[in-house]
């Protein structure tokens, strides 16, 4: 069974930086990508990055390209970690962040590419003005 555990979020100021976490596991094939998605109060879920850590080729949603980065652990064992390094934090960033699975990256937008999707729980970012 795949799992995704999302950890870090924080209150920080503005101006800083965070990094996420998203420890991944249960992973019974390679080809597989993790995304990272963010939700805002009131808004619409979106996506921020997408990694395979097969190759480690980060996408990126055009918002995010200035001030995040996206990296990852080699898999082993059907386990990984995926990070979202952020800087220059803007108080628009709070939401929570969330990574889901299995991803291909190279569609745009990213696409799921199993019958099951799995999500993480979402770590809260809280940036104060």
């Known amino acids: 069974e795949v799992r995704l555990a999302e950890s870090g979020g924080a209150l920080v100021q503005a101006g800083e930086s965070l990094r996420l976490s998203c420890a991944a596991s249960?992973?019974?094939?390679?080809?597989?990508?993790i995304g990272w998605f963010r939700q805002a109060p009131g808004k619409e879920r979106e996506g921020i990055s997408c990694?395979?850590?097969?190759?480690?080729?980060?996408?990126?949603?055009d918002y995010a390209k200035a001030r995040f980065t996206t990296s990852s652990d080699n898999a082993k064992n059907g386990e990984t970690t995926v990070y979202l390094q952020m800087n220059s934090l803007k108080p628009e960033d709070t939401a929570v962040y969330y990574c889901a699975a299995p991803l291909n990256c190279t569609y745009s937008p990213w696409i799921f590419t199993r019958s099951f999707r799995v999500w993480g729980e979402g770590t809260l970012v809280t940036v104060s003005s």
């Open positions: 990694i395979s850590p097969s190759d480690s080729m980060p996408y990126y949603a």
């Open positions: 249960g992973f019974t094939f390679d080809d597989y990508a």
